[in-house]
Structures are given as C-alpha cells and as structure tokens.
C-alpha cells in the first residue's frame, strides 16, 4: 500500500535555531514530492516540489532534499522565525499522469520565542 | 488576485439534508481536486478532475459526487451527508501537468448532527 509518513509528529524549538523534518515514502511508481506549509485552519501552501532526479530544493530558508533510491525526504529549515509554527505536509505524487496525491499525516512545528 | 475560493466557509447541518460545496478557480487551471481533512489522518483525496467533463475516484469517494460542467467550477455534491462525514475540506487546482504547484482553497468546516 502506498505510504508516506513522517516524523517527528510534532517538534518544538527555539527562535533561530534550525530543524530537520523527515519523510519516508512507499509510493511506487514515484513521480514528484512536495512539501507544503499549512497554517492552523487555512489551506496548504507548496514550499517545493522535486523530481525523482533532483537531489535539492530551496525556497529562502527552507531546503528540501530527496534520495529516490531509499525513498527518503527532509526539510531543513534555517535560522527559524515565530512565524514557521506551523504543520509542514511532505506528499507525493503517483506516476505521472495520475494526479493521485498521497499525503503524510505532518510535523507540527511550535517556534517559541 | 489568483485564487481558489470555496462557501460555505462554515456549515452545520443534519443526516440526510442534501449539501453542495462550491469550489471556483481564476487561474484557468486544468486540474482540479477534494480533500478531507481528518485528525490524524492528513488530507486524503476525494475526487479529482482533469478538464471539462472529466472527474476520477480519490482514495475516499463514498458518499461524494462531483461534477466539472465548467473548467472554473468543480461543486461537491452530499446527497445524504452522515456525521462520519464531519470534516475540514479543501478544494486545490493547478495547471495541466502533475509537476505543476496545487492551490488551495481557505477549507469548508462542515458539522453533519
């Protein structure tokens, strides 16, 4: 059954410090992955989207990474701000051409000051 | 502004009474999808549709309808809601490839007593 779960379920850090979020994935065949920020009662927002050929992707302090081979993602995100609190979504897409989305279940994410 | 708009916002109602959610995009997006969002559980696709007249089977169809008679419009139809239908839903379009960003709509709160 295609999958995607990621951990930790919820992190709590300090204004400025950086973070690492995971994401691991059955989803075959795989077509892109993407990480969304969602605001508490609002809709997703797309941070990145990568290929299975692209390794890196940054959007201003987030950077996503991918490695197809083992089927793992993370999100870095650097020098944090009050305003990263939030649930961050990793969700992958089926084979191109499907439109199927398989979502993870989020890390919620407290920045406290 | 580009955007993707859903109403109700909110909605309370009973077992049985007929419902529609509407969904409207201005950014002439090919693709357009439902999802519910559950505790726990993240968002899990409904239904999906990828031009005019063309609609697919999400990972949780049951007791949905949907209809894309327009390429702006795709409505989501309860017929005869159930409280296990309570949820937070969102309506996302984006543009004719799978790679393409998805927008979100704000989310509809529905109440089914």
């Known amino acids: 059954k295609n999958q995607v779960e990621q951990s930790p379920q919820s992190l709590i850090i300090l204004e400025g410090k950086n973070c690492t979020l995971q994401c691991n994935y059955t989803v075959s065949p795989f077509s892109n992955l993407r990480w969304y920020k969602q605001d508490t009662g609002r809709g997703p927002v797309s941070l990145t989207i990568?290929?299975?050929?692209?390794n890196t992707k940054s959007n201003g302090r987030y950077t996503a990474t991918l490695d197809a081979d083992t089927k793992q993602s993370s999100l870095h995100i650097t020098a944090s701000q009050l305003s990263d609190s939030a649930s961050y979504i990793c969700v992958v897409s089926e084979a191109s051409g499907t439109y199927k989305y398989i979502f993870g279940t989020g890390t919620r994410l407290k920045v406290l000051a | 502004e580009a955007q993707v708009t859903q109403n109700p916002r909110y909605l309370i109602t009973v077992t049985g009474k007929k419902l529609t959610v509407t969904c409207s995009q201005n950014?002439?997006?090919?693709?357009m999808s439902w999802y519910r969002q559950d505790p726990g559980l993240g968002l899990r696709q409904i239904y999906y549709s990828m031009n005019v007249e063309v609609t697919d089977k999400g990972d949780v169809p049951e007791g949905y309808k949907v209809s894309r008679k327009e390429k702006r419009n795709f409505p989501l139809i309860l017929e005869s809601p159930s409280p296990n239908q309570t949820s937070l839903y969102f309506c996302?379009?984006?543009?004719?490839?799978?790679?393409?960003?998805?927008?979100f709509g704000p989310g509809t709160r529905l109440t089914v007593l």
């Open positions: 996302a379009s984006s543009g004719g490839s799978s790679y393409n960003e998805q927008f």
């Open positions: 950014m002439n997006h090919e693709y």
């Open positions: 990568m290929t299975f050929s692209e």
